[in-house]
């Protein structure tokens, strides 16, 4: 019992024992958690009180990062606003005042807002306040700030002024407080016209003419096909009108009218560049208002705070004023002659079977004024005193019909007898290798060459005949109804333009007469066929030709008259004398004052203008197209570019004989005069004269053309020089025909003769004495060599060597001499049958020489002869000797 007791106690204090171990490691383990759950509870705690201290400072950090976006994003704006009042207001709009000056927009381009101050944004580079007024609007001041509202008118006129063309903004004052001195500065744009005055009680006058104005713009300019002026300079790139600006310093109150009035501008005002800046008075609202409030604290525009500029400075206005009054009055600027020509696409479109229109310049309203060459108006007459651009006029108008019609339609002839080079262009010249496709013939420096004007006449007469012949084949009468009939013919219209024509019919001799004859007849005649003549002249009184002809006159029904044009006009129209620079009468009623039309000619004739256009055609030309003929009166023509010289060749004379040149007729085909020399009595060439240079030349000439004429050996030269001063020429020539020539001087010219004399027994090969200064050789030739003295058989030789092949060209100092060689005063002079006159005189030639009596009407000039041949002349020809050939 005892036993089972003790083994119980024993089984109870083991099972006390583990469940008391047991405790303790649940105690040890629950400690552990106590103190790990106290130290996560630390650890919390210790969080969480460092929480609001980081989300604070995140918060700072995010709040300063937004802040400096913020910043950097209103810089950014800033900037770029900045950069687009730039370009919105470039320029004489949004300089400042200390880099002011004036800068016109371009033809067609907007004008822009205006600059009055800057806007005030904090911590940003200044962005230029813009007030937009030419063409958008207008502008209502008002505040306590009386200095700030003057330098917001200042700024805003001096911007307006600086940013249009000279005499484009005109400005009406109205300012019955100071009777002005609002506008004091100004005050110099009112000797042009460009500023005036309305004083107190004309108010409403000023805006009645505002709405008139309005109205007429309206009406006449736009026309119901733009909506405002600014369309129509945009679409055109011209602005038929210019702003009108009124400026309206305060006042009393406004009447029932007056306030109409003023309504009716601000709404339609800006669309036709009417607009207002006034102070004091109050506008109605409108889009197109823009309010300026001055203040003390600053000042608003629109609604936005800004800081104002201040007033120009007072010499900047004033300056720039009297510049442009200045120019002004000068006159307004040519417009661009790009005007005048069609696109590039167009260029070449336009058919001439009925006539010939283009535009000349720039009328009222910007459009342009349009010329015709046709049957009604068939020729013109432009005139103008020296100086007031006729060829500037003639230029353009070449130009505009030159780009519309191609040279199947159209030709020039072009003349110009005044002192210059300034059509030479038209020509191809060393400096520029193109020239006008549709100029045929340029002539320049004629003024003492009336025998050009004359062959011109000439050889339009001609081409008159042959249209007028193959008419009358087709059995019509009209150049439209020849080239319906005959399209495959060539028959271009053609403008012949003689600029100083009075030139042409000056005095009472032959050419005078002539000229007049042949103009006449052209002029009544010249319409049907297609041929216009276009005459320019500094003023056509004293042209005697003229007198009696009234019948020619009245065929130049299309007249145009430049500034200060006299006698242009019929005689009660004086529109030209008020005319200023840039401008003409364009008149197609024979200058009746009901015909007048104003127009605006473009600056077309300086070289950089003109030669993009010429280029242009240049390169449209075809392929078969030739330069125009160039005749230059004070240049000297060359033989060997002479086509004439150039076609000659071995055995061209075979047949009747060779020729021989002697220099350039003056004439529209550049041809050269020749002498042919067959086996015919009276085959000799006599130079007389005293100038070296010139005898020499033709001798040259014709030693030089008969030679090219023959193989070598074909023909003897004998040639004798008996003056010095000849030498040079005579030896180069020598030189040149080499095998062929025989040189003689004076101790040795008799035996030339005598030589020559028994060689004419036999008819051989041609031989020619090219005799220089043979009356220097009287004395050798006067002894006798045989039977004969030397002068004996010079005229032996005279009188029968052409028909045995042997020809003399001589020349002599003096028509005396040359009778004085030939026999005398009485002797006969049959064996010279051509001649060229140099320094001798009409008179001196006689009637032995010329035929009629009296002699030819020839007058000595440098540089030229007289040319007559028995065989085929009735009068003289005037020509130019050839230049040296070295």
């Known amino acids: ?227 405002s002026l600014r369309d129509l300079a945009e679409t055109t790139g011209r602005r038929p009108e210019p702003w009108r600006v009124a400026v309206l310093l305060g006042g009393d109150e406004l009447s029932r009218h007056e306030r109409g009035q003023l309504d009716r501008v601000v709404r339609t005002g800006a669309a036709c560049g009417v607009h207002l800046v006034v102070r004091g008075v109050a506008l109605p609202d409108d889009p197109t208002v823009v309010r300026v ?90 005139g103008g005193p020296s100086g007031t651009g006729k060829t500037n006029l003639i230029f353009a108008w070449i130009g505009a019909l030159a780009a519309r019609y191609s040279p199947a339609e159209l030709e020039f002839y072009l003349l110009d007898f005044k002192e210059g080079v300034s059509f030479a262009r038209f020509a191809q010249g060393r400096r520029d290798p193109s020239w006008l496709p549709h100029m045929r013939l340029v002539g320049i420096n004629v003024n003492t060459d009336r025998e050009f004007g004359l062959a011109l006449l000439r050889f339009l007469a001609e081409e008159l005949r042959r249209r007028a012949d193959a008419a009358k084949k087709h059995e019509v009468t009209k150049l439209a109804e020849l080239r319906a009939v005959d399209p495959t013919g060539r028959w271009p219209r053609i403008v012949a333009v003689v600029d100083e024509f009075q030139m042409l019919l000056a005095g009472r001799d032959v050419v005078a007469r002539e000229a007049a004859d042949l103009l006449e007849d052209l002029a009544r005649r010249g319409r049907s066929q297609g041929i216009h003549l276009v005459l320019a002249s500094q003023d056509v009184r004293g042209i005697e030709a003229l007198w009696g002809r009234p019948a020619l006159v009245a065929q130049f029904t299309l007249r145009v008259a430049l500034p200060k044009a006299l006698r242009i006009l019929a005689e009660r129209n004086d529109a030209a004398q008020s005319l200023p620079r840039w401008h003409a009468v364009v008149n197609a009623e024979s200058g009746l004052p009901e015909g007048n039309q104003v127009a605006r000619i473009p600056s077309a004739s300086d070289w950089e203008t003109w030669s993009g256009l010429q280029h242009r055609l240049w390169r449209m030309r075809p392929q078969d197209a030739a330069p125009a003929r160039l005749f230059d009166g004070d240049a000297i023509p060359r033989l060997a570019d002479a086509p004439d010289f150039r076609a000659l060749s071995p055995g061209d004379g075979a047949t009747r004989g ?189 009637s032995s020489l010329y035929p009629g009596t009296g002699g030819p009407d020839w007058y000595p000039r440098p540089w030229r002869g007289l040319f007559f041949d028995r065989a085929v002349h009735r009068t003289g020809q005037v020509i130019i000797p050839y230049g040296p050939s070295r």
């Open 293 to 382: 409030v001055t203040g003390p604290d600053g000042a608003q525009v629109a609604g936005l705070p800004v800081r104002l500029d201040p007033s120009p400075p007072a010499p900047l206005v004033t300056e720039t004023c009297r510049d442009l009054a200045a120019r002004v009055n000068a006159g307004p600027p040519p417009t661009p002659f790009t005007d005048l020509l069609p696109p590039p696409e167009r260029m070449w479109r336009e058919d001439s079977a009925t006539g010939l229109t283009a535009p000349i310049g720039e009328g009222r309203h910007g459009r342009p004024v349009t010329v015709t060459l046709g049957d009604y108006p068939p020729h013109a007459l432009i």
């Open 658 to 846: 060779p020729v021989a040149l002697l220099g350039e007729i003056i004439d529209v085909q550049a041809r050269s005069a020749a002498l042919r020399l067959p086996r015919a009595p009276g085959r000799n060439l006599a130079v007389l004269g005293t100038r070296v240079d010139e005898a020499c030349a033709v001798l040259d000439a014709a030693a030089r053309s008969l030679a090219r004429q023959h193989r070598p050996g074909g023909a003897r030269f004998s040639i004798a020089c008996l003056d010095p001063d000849a030498d040079p020429v005579a030896r180069a020539l020598y030189e040149d025909l080499a095998d062929d020539a025989a040189w003689y001087d004076e101790e040795t010219v008799p035996e030339l003769m005598a030589e020559t004399v028994e060689g004419l027994a036999s008819a051989g090969d041609p031989h020619y004495l090219l005799l220089f200064a043979v009356d220097a050789a009287a004395g050798a030739l006067a002894a006798r060599v045989g039977r004969r003295t030397g002068l004996e058989q010079l005229r032996r030789i005279l009188h029968d060597g052409p028909e045995r092949r042997t020809h003399v060209l001589a020349w002599w100092r003096g028509v005396a001499r040359m009778r004085a060689d030939l026999g005398g005063p009485a002797a006969r002079t049959d064996q010279i049958g051509a001649w060229v006159a140099l320094d001798a005189h009409g008179g001196e030639l006689g």
């Open 1 to 227: 019992m005892a036993d089972r007791r003790a083994q119980l106690v024993g089984r109870v204090r083991d099972t006390l024992a583990e469940a008391l171990g047991a405790t303790r490691t649940r105690l040890f383990a629950a400690q552990s958690d106590l103190a790990a759950g106290r130290e996560r509870l630390a650890r919390v705690r210790r969080a969480a009180a460092a929480v609001p201290e980081r989300v604070g400072a995140e918060r700072d950090r995010r709040l300063a990062e937004i802040d400096a976006r913020h910043a950097a994003r209103i810089a950014e704006l800033a900037r770029r606003a900045a950069d687009a009042a730039v370009r919105e207001a470039p320029g004489a709009a949004g300089q400042e005042w200390d880099r002011w000056r004036g800068t016109p927009a371009g033809r067609g381009e907007p004008p822009g807002a205006l600059r009055v101050g800057t806007l005030a944004i904090a911590g940003a580079e200044p962005v230029p306040a813009l007030v937009p007024l030419l063409d958008a609007g207008h502008v209502e001041l008002s505040g306590d700030d009386r200095e700030g509202c003057d330098a917001v008118v200042s700024a805003l006129l001096l911007r307006a002024l600086g940013r249009a063309d000279p005499g484009a903004v005109r400005l009406v004052g109205y300012d019955p407080e100071h009777l002005g001195g609002g506008l004091a500065g100004f005050a110099p744009l009112g000797t042009a016209g460009l500023l005036t005055f309305v004083g107190p009680g004309g108010l409403g006058r000023l805006l009645d003419d505002l709405v008139e104005q309005i109205r007429r713009i309206n009406e006449t300019v736009l026309a119901g096909e733009h909506a």
